[in-house]
């Protein structure tokens, strides 16, 4: 038996959106852009899915370009904003430090490029300041982008407060939305009033396929593209689109809409669950970031004297498969970026565990969890004393 609590770094496409594939792959296989009658099959069955997804996030669907995933979204909304208003003499980038590396990233080799960057710090609860926000904003700021949950502690960000304050300066405001779309309600139609400019989403984070995502843009936004070619995507974003993908997303949004709260209340019963079990039957643990600002399904806990990929090892040994924080950053032996971003303790940088529930987990699970661990870490603990004495 195995258990899957990673769903923040992928989750499991449910089956309606693999039948759904399957279908696009063997009946609707012509170019959305051809105008014969395999083409407009492909381009209706595109469309259904961009109005599943705009419905989903409460846009309208024109407004929707269809993406790669995430990490192109959030490029296209960062270099695409900041050349377009580069010649308005706005050439300013204001990030936070707990971004996903889609952002950070990109922002660090803007900045190497010479473009001027400012990324504000977060404080131990793993949430942006707006003060902090509105300090770094500047007659030059082109584009403010913050998150909106976090993919590593789920802290979920005042995005709409701090919207506005960049509106306020006349700057453009994206949101990294990968972690919360199908988890949270969204509603751009506000969020757009508000001061939401770009959001970012990706499929596979809500039981879609990989390789899928989209850029919600504010209708009046006008990006300079990152990629040319042909007229796809209204001159947006060219490329043939992926329409199984495309078609696997929008069935993946028509069944996040329709149990998104019930799943959302579920999820955080047994997160919660999860979590108050861990603490009180193991001694040094302790959860980082905001217990109350976060999504339903994240828990990150730290576990004092244990080295975190010690133990994800030995969860992973008896079938159970959790992280030590973003799945793009795995396989590196560096701290959690968005930890030391927060001020914790550098020892509880290295010693820290994501845990991310998603659709299909049950209380079974997480009671085996409850179960494994905590003998795990008295273990691991037991064999690091052992080696500190020999030393």
């Known amino acids: 038996m195995r258990i899957?609590?990673?769903?923040?770094?992928?989750?499991?496409?449910?089956?309606?959106?693999?039948?759904?594939?399957?279908?696009?792959?063997?009946?609707?296989?012509?170019?959305p852009s051809s105008v014969h009658y395999y083409g407009q099959r492909a381009k209706a069955a595109m469309d259904d899915?961009?109005?599943?997804?705009?419905?989903?996030?409460?846009?309208?669907?024109?407004?929707?370009?269809?993406?790669?995933?995430?990490t192109e979204a959030d490029n296209m909304a960062v270099r695409g904003a900041l050349a377009a208003r580069a010649p308005q003499g706005r050439r300013h980038f204001v990030t936070s430090a707990i971004e996903h590396e889609a952002v950070l990233t990109t922002a660090r080799a803007l900045e190497r490029d010479g473009w001027p960057v400012t990324i504000v710090p977060v404080g131990l609860t793993g949430v942006v300041d707006p003060a902090d926000v509105a300090a770094a904003i500047t007659s030059e700021t082109a584009l403010v982008s913050i998150m909106h949950a976090n993919n590593e502690v789920g802290t979920v960000q005042p995005i709409a407060e701090i919207a506005a304050l960049a509106r306020s300066a006349g700057a453009w405001f994206h949101t990294d939305a990968v972690q919360s779309v199908g988890k949270l309600p969204i509603q751009l139609r506000a969020w757009g009033a508000a001061g939401?400019?770009?959001?970012s989403l990706s499929a596979h984070k809500f039981n879609g396929p990989q390789g899928t995502g989209a850029l919600w843009v504010r209708r009046g936004i006008k990006l300079s593209p990152i990629v040319t070619g042909g007229?796809?995507?209204?001159?947006?974003?060219?490329?043939?689109?992926?329409?199984?993908?495309?078609?696997?997303m929008g069935v993946a949004a028509q069944l996040a809409a329709q149990d998104m709260v019930a799943s959302a209340t579920a999820?955080?019963?047994?997160?919660?669950?999860?979590?108050q079990s861990l603490l009180s039957k193991i001694d040094g643990a302790v959860v980082n970031g905001n217990p109350l600002a976060r999504i339903p399904n994240t828990s990150n806990i730290s576990f004092d004297g244990v080295e975190a990929e010690s133990l994800l090892i030995a969860l992973d040994l008896e079938g159970i498969a959790v992280s030590t924080g973003a799945a793009c950053s795995s396989g590196t032996l560096e701290p959690s970026h968005v930890l030391r971003a927060m001020g914790v303790p550098q020892?509880?940088?290295?010693?820290?565990?994501?845990?991310?529930?998603g659709r299909g987990t049950t209380m079974n699970d997480v009671e085996a969890v409850i179960t494994v661990l905590p003998g795990?870490?008295?273990?691991?603990r037991r064999l690091t004393r052992s080696a500190a004495a020999v030393r």
Request: zero cysteines; a negative charge.
């Open 347 to 357: 020892a509880r940088t290295r010693n820290s565990l994501r845990f991310s529930l």
């Open 376 to 380: 795990l870490v008295d273990k691991l």
């Open 267 to 275: 999820t955080a019963h047994l997160r919660d669950h999860l979590e």
């Open 49 to 70: 899915a961009r109005a599943a997804l705009a419905a989903l996030v409460d846009a309208d669907a024109s407004d929707i370009v269809f993406t790669s995933g995430g």
């Open 4 to 31: 899957y609590l990673d769903h923040n770094a992928t989750t499991p496409a449910h089956p309606m959106v693999r039948d759904a594939m399957v279908r696009v792959l063997t009946e609707d296989v012509g170019n």
């Open 196 to 199: 939401v400019d770009l959001l």
């Open 231 to 248: 007229r796809h995507e209204r001159s947006r974003r060219p490329g043939t689109e992926n329409v199984p993908g495309i078609v696997g």
